[in-house]
């Protein structure tokens, strides 16, 4: 048997600088933060290996204008995927009894767990790390008034969640 | 920062407090790096494993997404209104796309009237199949199958009913039929393969949609993709190629309108230097012919004209160390367009920019083409490189997905 290298593994040498390591450093616990509420924190850490990888096999994440930015963007686009794979996300199976978290309602927990990937994406994005819409509607690379409908559509699902369970 | 303190919010920030009390560490940085070391493979030529061939058969949804597009095309405009298959059309799910310039953003096709690009017409891409674990020569920690952000329209056959995609990070292929299936091709099944990473399109469907052209080593091969049986082979001189090795450096296919030929690029290692020539291989009489060498640098992608006279080249100036660990396809490079007649030779630039994937018009009197400046622009010119339009800037998606994938489907 011949070992070889195939050209393909060969072209995925990289070049990485400091400043790339700087800037990762500067975003990664946001990055893992927004992948963990995405798709749960099993899955977290491959998808944020994932995307900087991405970028760094193309260009240096210091030459990126907005690093945080375009990672986000690559994230959520991750989470898409890994979404669709595993269709139910069990992001919150071990919180929705809402033992470990007194204020958290196991009904809100529960609502939170069965959001789409963008609707979860725009609620945390807004309501828990406190960008405006436009500055979300950037973030998830989609227009304003998508971001609006993900949050009107978000807080529906949460309102009938606790009606349900009034 | 804008912090909504109603009732809503505040049950979303309790929910995402609590998720977040499991948020796992990042990765540091050097273990991301740990994770793309050079893996040594065997070669594994001719295995003769077999296994089903994985298909996936996902209901195609013909989907407007009113939101997207404009996000996708920042100087576009509106989507059409609803669209799907049409009752009696053999085009099935892929009727919309008629005649449209089809790209691939995120996991969505999407056509582009090349008339009119202020419209376009979305169609979802089905979940990718499964990948086994013997189909993964897995590059990094992460799964092979790497979703549908990465694909790559290759190109269609004949008829407009099959699509050839591939998937750039994880080096798959995939056929997508009109009735919206998915189906992966098991190249490991003979050794080969196509797919990612050399940064070049590689349009190895055959025009009848069952056949592809494949590179093994120095081998090239027709193969049926229904059986993944080989029917047609024959490999270059290994005294013109010294060293060559494992996969990719025959790449970029391309067949000639009958399906008789296919062309590609086979690259020699001159004094530690890629040097790229552009051959033929007639499968019929299991020939290989080469073309007049041109001096190409670097060539990025091969088109055969509809009319079936020329090969549309898209190659520069610059010079690739063969076996380098950075590849600077990756950014943006200056690369020219030219024409080369398919039996003399004789070769003329039609454009200069920074092009990286181009498809003909059915009827041949137009090209599109992905130019590459620093942003990805889609372009249609007329097949001698005059009226030179820009149809859409594709920036502004999170991946860089589109660098090499363009096609134009083939009915009228």
């Known amino acids: 048997v011949v070992s070889v290298q195939p050209f393909w593994c060969l072209e995925r040498g990289l070049i990485v600088t400091a400043s790339d390591a700087q800037v990762y450093a500067e975003v990664k616990d946001d990055l893992i933060g927004y992948a963990t509420v995405l798709v749960g924190p099993d899955s977290a850490p491959d998808i944020v290996s994932t995307v900087v990888l991405r970028v760094l096999v193309r260009r240096r994440l210091a030459d990126l204008d907005d690093p945080r930015s375009y990672l986000f963007r690559g994230v959520l686009n991750e989470a898409r995927t890994v979404a669709r794979q595993h269709r139910r996300l069990a992001v919150l199976s071990d919180r929705e009894s809402g033992e470990d978290s007194p204020n958290l309602l196991p009904e809100v927990a529960v609502a939170v767990a069965g959001l789409p990937v963008q609707q979860r994406a725009a609620t945390f994005l807004v309501y828990w790390m406190g960008f405006t819409i436009e500055q979300t509607a950037v973030l998830m690379n989609v227009r304003v008034g998508t971001v609006k409908r993900y949050l009107s559509l978000a807080r529906e699902k949460l309102r009938e969640a606790l009606h349900a369970h009034a | ?412």
Not at chain 2, 133 to 159: F, Q, R, V
Not at chain 2, 281 to 295: E, I
Not at chain 2, 357 to 364: E, K, Q, R, T
Request: glycine share 10%.
């Open chain 2, 1 to 412: 920062m804008h912090t909504p303190d109603d009732q809503d919010a505040r049950q979303f920030r309790q929910a995402y407090s609590a998720l977040l009390e499991d948020s796992p560490e990042a990765p540091e940085f050097e273990d991301l790096l740990f994770t793309v070391e050079v893996p040594t493979v065997e070669a594994g030529v001719g295995s003769g494993r077999r296994g089903p061939l994985v298909s996936a058969v996902a209901v195609v949804a013909v989907l407007v997404i009113v939101g997207l597009v404009p996000a996708l095309f920042p100087g576009g405009g509106q989507v059409t209104d609803e669209v799907g298959s049409v009752p009696g059309s053999n085009l099935g799910v892929f009727e919309p796309m008629r005649g449209q310039v089809v790209v691939v953003n995120g996991d969505e096709l999407v056509g582009i009237d090349p008339a009119d690009a202020s419209s376009a017409v979305i169609l979802d891409i089905p979940d990718l199949p499964s990948v086994p674990d013997e189909a993964c020569s897995s590059w990094s920690s992460g799964p092979c199958n790497d979703g549908a952000n990465s694909l790559m329209p290759i190109g269609w056959s004949s008829d407009g009913t099959v699509l050839a995609l591939d998937s750039e990070y994880a080096g798959m292929s995939y056929l997508m039929d009109e009735t919206g299936t998915l189906t992966r091709i098991p190249w490991e099944r003979i050794g080969g393969g196509s797919g990612c990473c050399a940064f070049a399109g590689s349009n190895w469907l055959a025009p009848d949609g069952v056949h592809a052209a494949v590179a093994k080593g120095l081998e090239v091969a027709v193969v049926d993709v229904r059986d993944m049986s080989i029917e047609s082979e024959a490999s270059l001189d290994p005294d013109e190629f010294p060293g060559v090795e494992g996969w990719g450096q025959i790449y970029s296919q391309t067949w000639s309108p009958d399906g008789t030929e296919f062309a590609f690029v086979a690259v020699r290692n001159e004094d530690g230097v890629r040097a790229p020539t552009i051959h033929v291989y007639d499968a019929s009489t299991k020939t290989l012919r080469q073309l007049p060498d041109r001096g190409f640098g670097h060539v990025r992608n091969l088109a055969w004209s509809p009319e079936g006279s020329h090969l549309l080249v898209i190659a520069g100036d610059l010079a690739l160390r063969y076996n380098e660990s950075y590849n600077p396809l990756a950014h943006s490079v200056a690369t020219s367009i030219h024409l080369v007649d398919i039996e003399s030779g004789a070769s003329r630039v039609i454009a200069d920019g920074h092009y990286v994937a181009a498809a003909w018009s059915p009827d041949g009197s137009q090209i599109a083409a992905v130019d590459y400046p620093g942003g990805h622009y889609l372009q249609v010119m007329d097949a001698d490189g005059t009226n030179q339009q820009r149809l859409t800037d594709m920036n502004g998606y999170g991946y860089d997905n589109l660098f090499t994938g363009v096609s134009w489907h083939p009915a009228p």
